[in-house]
């Protein structure tokens, strides 16, 4: 078995963590099995966008700054192949940590600048409402779930586009559609997960959440499909 614990403290305080049964106050003798425990991980909250903690970094003697867990694919529309500029599907499945306390949490999604990009996310303005955001040319649509903000929730979201419409959904919800012109944005330099594809780097607006699963198709799934996999 493996587990883990993580928490939020300030700088005057002392944080213990043990392992062991609930009555054995902290300590535990074996009783014929072992305990490893191991992976002591200190962040700093600035860095690690305040509540929104990474993964185990394996570290040596001296401290290691990385973007947590998120990852930026770069894309050229008019050689990759694989990429469709006309139309498309991006599914999340993600366990969330928190909204991040001072800004907005993103997903990912795919686009070049705040001016031109699809994303996923969540507003804390809002109380923690899923959103589903086109941006083209400096024109913002946002398609928002009213959703019930949890620690530890496992939410899944659907966004899809093509030339005339833009779909979104979460956990299996009936559709919500937009006939409008919303296909890919010609700019489209990047797919990120973990952060808002408006930014280059992930910096802010980061995940604070641990991304389960991400699925990209390059056609616009019907409404069946994306309330089945968001079910």
């Not at 009555?23 to 305990?35: D, E, I, K, L, T």
């Not at 890919?184 to 991304?211: L, V």
């Not at 990209?216 to 968001?230: A, G, Q, V, W």
Request: glycine residues 8%; contains cysteine.
């Amino acid at each position: 078995m493996r587990c883990y614990l993580t928490g939020i403290t300030v700088e005057i305080s002392t944080v213990v963590a043990s392992v062991g049964p609930a009555a054995s106050n902290g300590s535990y003798g074996g009783a014929g099995s072992s305990v490893f425990v191991w992976g002591g991980q200190l962040e700093d909250a600035s860095i690690s966008n305040a509540q929104a903690m990474s993964s185990y970094i394996p570290t040596t003697t001296v401290s290691v700054v990385r973007a947590a867990d998120n990852l930026s694919l770069s894309i050229t529309p008019s050689t990759d192949t694989w990429f469709n500029s006309n139309e498309g599907t991006m599914v999340f499945n993600w366990s969330t940590s928190d909204i991040h306390p001072t800004g907005n949490t993103n997903y990912g999604g795919i686009g070049n600048s705040s001016t031109n990009c699809i994303a996923v996310g969540r507003y804390y303005v809002d109380g923690g409402r899923i959103t589903g955001r086109f941006v083209s040319s400096a024109v913002t649509e946002d398609i928002e779930i009213v959703n019930t903000f949890a620690i530890n929730s496992i939410d899944k979201a659907a966004i899809a586009w093509s030339s005339t419409e833009a779909t979104f959904t979460t956990n299996g919800a009936v559709p919500t559609s937009v006939s409008t012109n919303y296909a890919t944005p010609a700019t489209t330099t990047r797919m990120t997960i973990g952060f808002n594809p408006a930014a280059a780097t992930a910096s802010t607006d980061c995940a604070c959440a641990t991304i389960r699963s991400f699925t990209y198709y390059r056609e616009k799934l019907d409404d069946t499909y994306l309330m089945l996999m968001t079910s």
